[in-house]
């Protein structure tokens, strides 16, 4: 199944004692990167989440984000070490009694010392368990809304393909005309050619030059190759797996005979087909681009 690389997915799943929200934002990139963003309770999860998310995707910019709640009854609550604050007030008094200068603790100096309060502890498991479960929901999101924009793209590309091959068929049919008219014409430039040459012209370099002009007229190469390209490309948007890559090389040899065709244009027909397939191949390019 095609799939493009640009799709958002959003999942939400509750539990006892909270919820979990996961964010994917995906867009296209030669290989998977994932961008995580976790709270500190969930980092322990980064190595399974990459394990799952390359399970699902092959290729991709992928920032996911993950936020929770808890609910009210399991909101972490404030405990006091009544034990550190009460040395740290004997110490106090007993630098002040030694120094006789000098200002006590504030509030605020007294909160930042370590240890003196903490957070009542909590069970994170069953968010921990969560987190995955919604992680895995939000990845088969993901890529049903990559496979829906693929199929799109698929339409796209094969219908720039058969107007390519429309193309091709015009040229085929438009050739042995251009060739009878080519002919015509070197061969009045020739006969001139050879009224001002003497008898001792060099034959050999007339014949380089007719042989060049020959090969110039020959497209049949290009014009195979590109069937053959296109062929692959039907072909190619019918695997099952990752095809971005292999579509993006068949856009560069595709590009490539176009190029070679039009430097052999010998007639301004040829040379407007020639240039509606360049169009055509790089708008296929762009299309591909966002393939996976």
């Not at 990559?146 to 094969?158: D, F």
């Not at 091709?168 to 014409?185: F, N």
Request: proline share 1%; with cysteine; hydrophobic share 40%.
């Amino acid at each position: 199944m095609l799939r493009s690389m640009t799709a958002f997915a959003r999942v939400q799943e509750s539990c006892d004692i909270g919820t979990i929200t996961w964010e994917l934002r995906s867009v296209n990139h030669r290989y998977l990167e994932l961008g995580l963003k976790l709270p500190e309770d969930f980092k322990l999860l980064e190595s399974d989440i990459r394990k799952l998310t390359s399970q699902y995707l092959k290729r991709g910019k992928i920032d996911a984000g993950l936020r929770y709640k808890l609910d009210g009854a399991e909101d972490a609550g404030i405990i006091i070490n009544e034990d550190i604050l009460r040395q740290l007030r004997q110490v106090e008094q007993q630098i002040l009694n030694i120094v006789h200068e000098g200002r006590k603790l504030s509030v605020a100096d007294i909160l930042s010392w370590p240890g003196v309060i903490t957070d009542t502890q909590r069970d994170m498991s069953p968010l921990t368990s969560l987190a995955l479960k919604c992680l895995e929901k939000a990845l088969v999101q993901l890529v049903e809304t990559r496979e829906s924009e693929g199929k799109a793209l698929g339409k796209l590309i094969i219908s720039r393909c058969k107007q390519i091959s429309d193309i091709v068929r015009q040229l085929r049919e438009h050739r042995p005309l251009m060739v009878s008219a080519m002919h015509e014409k070197w061969k009045t430039n020739l006969n001139e050619k050879m009224q001002q040459w003497s008898e001792q012209a060099d034959q050999g370099r007339l014949e380089q030059e007719l042989a060049i002009l020959a090969q110039k007229l020959d497209v049949d190469e290009e014009l195979d190759r590109i069937d053959t390209h296109i062929a692959e490309v039907g072909k190619v948007l019918k695997r099952k797996e990752a095809v971005g890559r292999r579509l993006d090389f068949l856009m560069q040899e595709l590009n490539r005979e176009a190029n070679t065709l039009g430097s052999k244009s010998q007639d301004s027909l040829t040379t407007k087909w020639t240039v509606d397939l360049k169009v055509l191949i790089e708008q296929m390019r762009e299309q591909v681009q966002n393939i996976e």
